[in-house]
């Protein structure tokens, strides 16, 4: 491992909510230079990035030929090796989103042979497991996730591969406890990730009759058509309010809208604010959704204007009371900024990272769902889950915090 001060980091490889502008600026806040590099990008994201490979090397179009196909492969190999290279040559840090430069995750290896630092900060999807999510909530009398029922043995294998390659090899992981009913390791709390608040417009006014927002990135995930029933169960109640839906839009033109709404609804079932849920809070909205600090025991602040809503029941009581109360709406609106400035300054969250890459900040948690509770759906999965548990048992880490032994087929 590299010691002393970060000098460059390396940031990549696929942009969620537009981290990597969020990131970069609290970096270079921090006086640290930055190198980002992403896969594909989406209209909905937002920022620049120093490589964007899918730009450089446009995917063939669907009647290419097989000769059209390699090439564009060689091309776009090489182009991915170019920021590989400068990759390893300037920087001394590097932060992956979602995955690294190698699907089987083996440049991790070679980063750590080089003594590179390596950050993981998790996402929620790319290391979440449906059957353990289920059992660790059911304790808090929590619903179960109301979407990947569709998954299989084949789909745990790649999340199992990131999570215990990430938790083998990089210095600092990153994630929040909701997150981790398959982790093993000591992790950095990821509720305070960076919102670079000067993108986001204040504009706390609330009217009388109040426009609410809902623009989910998946219907399915987001509980949308349970959010639109609740908006007509209240229209037929004689509540007097306008619904404004958006649809994946490109982020400058949902700035615009932002300014414009009174409340967000961005999704139900979720046990953590997500980064539009922050973005409404830094514009000056409300936002119902989340739950209490009760409700499952994350570090949930108490600054947090945010009205908790994860079920339907919750949602229609919310609003009931929220949409013809102004004043409340105003009170929690005006608060909004002052929370994101308070635990998402990108100077400040960045600057906890570099602590604990530094080696000067310890882990938040130890999550202990998977080493205590959890019991596997299948022989398959069993064995799937004793191979990732085996990739992380030399750690120094796994020695201090996981007891050795037996339970419901697992080998720890």
């Given at each position: 491992?590299?010691?002393?001060?970060?000098?460059?980091?390396?940031?990549?490889?696929?942009?969620?909510?537009?981290?990597?502008?969020?990131f970069?600026?609290?970096?270079?806040?921090?006086?640290?230079?930055?190198?980002?590099?992403?896969?594909?990008?989406?209209?909905?994201?937002?920022?620049?990035?120093?490589?964007?490979?899918?730009?450089l090397?446009?995917?063939?179009?669907?009647?290419?030929t097989?000769?059209?196909?390699?090439a564009?492969?060689?091309?776009?190999?090489?182009?991915?090796?170019?920021?590989?290279?400068?990759?390893?040559?300037?920087?001394?840090?590097?932060?992956?989103?979602?995955?690294?430069?190698?699907?089987?995750?083996?440049?991790?290896?070679?980063?750590?042979?080089?003594?590179?630092?390596?950050?993981?900060?998790?996402?929620?999807?790319?290391?979440r497991?449906?059957?353990?999510?289920?059992?660790?909530?059911?304790?808090?009398?929590?619903?179960?996730?109301?979407?990947?029922?569709?998954l299989?043995?084949?789909?745990?294998?790649?999340?199992?591969?990131?999570?215990?390659?990430?938790?083998?090899?990089?210095?600092?992981?990153?994630?929040?406890?909701?997150?981790?009913?398959?982790?093993?390791?000591?992790?950095?709390?990821?509720?305070?990730?960076?919102?670079?608040?000067?993108?986001?417009?204040?504009?706390?006014?609330?009217?009388?009759?109040?426009?609410?927002?809902?623009?989910?990135?998946?219907?399915?995930?987001?509980?949308?058509?349970?959010?639109?029933?609740?908006?007509?169960?209240?229209?037929?109640?004689?509540?007097?309010?306008?619904?404004?839906?958006?649809?994946?839009?490109?982020?400058?033109?949902?700035?615009?809208?932002?300014?414009?709404?009174?409340?967000?609804?961005?999704?139900?079932?979720?046990?953590?604010?997500?980064?539009?849920?922050?973005?409404?809070?830094?514009?000056?909205?409300?936002?119902v959704?989340?739950?209490?600090?009760?409700?499952?025991?994350?570090?949930?602040?108490?600054?947090?204007?945010?009205?908790?809503?994860m079920?339907?029941?919750?949602?229609?009581?919310?609003?009931?009371?929220?949409?013809?109360?102004?004043?409340r709406?105003r009170?929690l609106?005006?608060?909004?900024?002052?929370?994101?400035?308070?635990?998402?300054?990108?100077?400040?969250?960045?600057?906890?990272?570099?602590?604990?890459?530094?080696?000067?900040?310890?882990?938040?948690?130890?999550?202990?769902?998977?080493?205590?509770?959890?019991?596997?759906?299948?022989?398959?999965?069993?064995?799937?889950?004793?191979?990732?548990?085996?990739?992380?048992?030399?750690?120094?880490?796994?020695?201090?915090?996981?007891?050795?032994?037996?339970r419901?087929?697992?080998?720890?």
């Open positions: 491992m590299t010691h002393g001060p970060i000098r460059k980091v390396f940031i990549g490889c696929t942009d969620i909510a537009s981290l990597i502008h969020d970069t600026v609290g970096f270079k806040a921090n006086g640290v230079d930055v190198f980002s590099m992403v896969f594909e990008r989406a209209p909905i994201q937002w920022g620049q990035c120093d490589v964007e490979l899918g730009a090397a446009p995917a063939p179009a669907p009647d290419a097989p000769a059209d196909i390699a564009w492969q060689q091309h776009r190999s090489a182009l991915l090796q170019a920021v590989w290279d400068r990759a390893v040559e300037e920087c001394d840090t590097f932060l992956f989103i979602w995955n690294s430069f190698l699907d089987d995750y083996s440049d991790i290896l070679e980063l750590k042979r080089r003594g590179k630092r390596i950050v993981w900060w998790f996402m929620g999807s790319d290391c497991w449906k059957a353990a999510y289920d059992q660790d909530v059911a304790r808090f009398g929590i619903a179960p996730l109301h979407y990947d029922a569709a299989t043995e084949a789909d745990l294998l790649p999340r199992m591969l990131r999570l215990r390659t990430a938790e083998a090899f990089a210095d600092v992981v990153v994630n929040t406890p909701s997150q981790c009913s398959l982790a093993l390791r000591p992790y950095l709390d990821g509720l305070h990730s960076p919102v670079d608040i000067a993108r986001y417009p204040h504009v706390p006014t609330q009217r009388e009759r109040p426009v609410l927002l809902h623009a989910p990135s998946s219907t399915e995930k987001k509980g949308t058509n349970e959010i639109l029933g609740v908006f007509d169960e209240l229209r037929a109640e004689g509540l007097s309010f306008d619904v404004q839906l958006l649809d994946r839009m490109p982020h400058s033109q949902a700035l615009e809208v932002y300014a414009q709404v009174d409340l967000l609804v961005g999704q139900l079932g979720a046990l953590a604010l997500g980064k539009q849920d922050r973005e409404l809070m830094a514009c000056g909205k409300v936002v959704g989340g739950p209490t600090p009760e409700t499952y025991p994350q570090h949930w602040p108490a600054s947090c204007p945010a009205v908790p809503a079920r339907t029941d919750d949602l229609r009581d919310a609003l009931r009371q929220l949409i013809p109360d102004v004043e709406r009170q609106a005006s608060r909004g900024r002052a929370h994101i400035i308070d635990r998402h300054d990108p100077k400040r969250t960045v600057g906890r990272l570099i602590e604990a890459v530094e080696g000067r900040r310890s882990p938040d948690f130890v999550p202990d769902f998977f080493r205590n509770h959890f019991v596997p759906e299948s022989p398959e999965i069993t064995e799937l889950h004793n191979l990732g548990i085996s990739l992380t048992r030399d750690t120094a880490w796994y020695g201090q915090h996981i007891p050795p032994g037996t419901d087929g697992l080998v720890f």
